[in-house]
């Protein structure tokens, strides 16, 4: 029973990791600027891209899309690789029960991030946007993977705390920390390829950018309190009978 529950919690991880990234594609800070990067790392102009529905310019899109979210990944990645060893290296390094103050230390930290990403609290120091800026892109798809390595190592006040906190759960579970990172990647990517197919609807969801943060702050909240109080693997177990109870009455 023990190692379904564990199942469960790494379910559960899975979908909020790949959640944080959507909600990092989704903010206001990146969302506006997306046709911006894909004009940037195309050479089509923004006017051009929302309006030409032509194969090849989507086929276009969509390739150097790819290129700048393997750019995106390798950084994203690595750094997951490198929270999961400082986990393990700090987890053998102390005594006791380690695991669950690294937990707890990361829950304050998610539920700091979490009010701050719901606009409910202003930290002047992470509003302040660090990123690589570059007049002329190096030609070709390379040039579009370095990119999306410039995009992923710069930060932004929204992907920064939504992406740290993706970080400090890998480094509360060094374990599962890389699987984390690479579905938060994911949930980025997924919206990401969507919208590039599909940009005229980038519009309505700006409009709405702001609500979704919002929703996307209490998310982190909740999560934050349920790693400081422990409460992860009871919470695994309940939804565990509940799946469970569900297939038994479907199956009566």
């Known amino acids: 029973m023990g190692g379904i529950e564990t199942d469960t919690m790494l379910v559960v991880g899975m979908f909020l990791a790949m959640g944080a990234g959507a909600l990092s594609f989704l903010s206001p800070c990146v969302l506006p600027i997306f046709p911006a990067y894909l004009s940037y790392i195309t050479g089509i102009s923004v006017k051009e891209l929302q309006g030409n529905k032509h194969v090849k310019i989507r086929s276009k899109l969509l390739s150097h899309s790819v ?68 007049s002329n892109k190096p030609v070709g798809y390379l040039g579009t993977f370095f990119v999306g390595m410039g995009f992923a190592a710069g930060w932004t006040p ?51 950018s702001q609500i979704i943060m919002k929703i996307g702050g209490v998310i982190m909240i909740v999560m934050g309190l349920v790693l400081f ?20 009455t479907k199956l009566g």
């Open 67 to 134: 290129f700048f979210l393997l750019g995106v990944s390798l950084i994203f990645i690595s750094l997951g690789v490198g929270a999961s060893f400082l986990g393990q290296w700090i987890q053998n390094l102390l005594v006791g029960d380690s695991g669950l103050l690294i937990q707890r230390i990361a829950g304050i930290f998610i539920i700091f991030m979490g009010l701050f990403v719901g606009g409910w609290i202003n930290i002047t120091a992470l509003m302040k946007e660090r990123r690589f800026h570059s």
């Open 158 to 208: 929204c992907i920064g705390p939504i992406f740290g906190s993706i970080l400090f759960l890998a480094a509360s579970n060094p374990g599962q920390g890389v699987f984390y990172t690479a579905m938060y990647v994911v949930g980025f990517a997924l919206p990401f390829l969507v919208l590039t197919f599909f940009l005229g609807s980038t519009r309505w969801i700006v409009r709405h």
């Open 229 to 248: 109080s422990g409460q992860m693997p009871r919470i695994s177990a309940f939804l565990l009978e509940l799946v469970e109870d569900t297939w038994l």
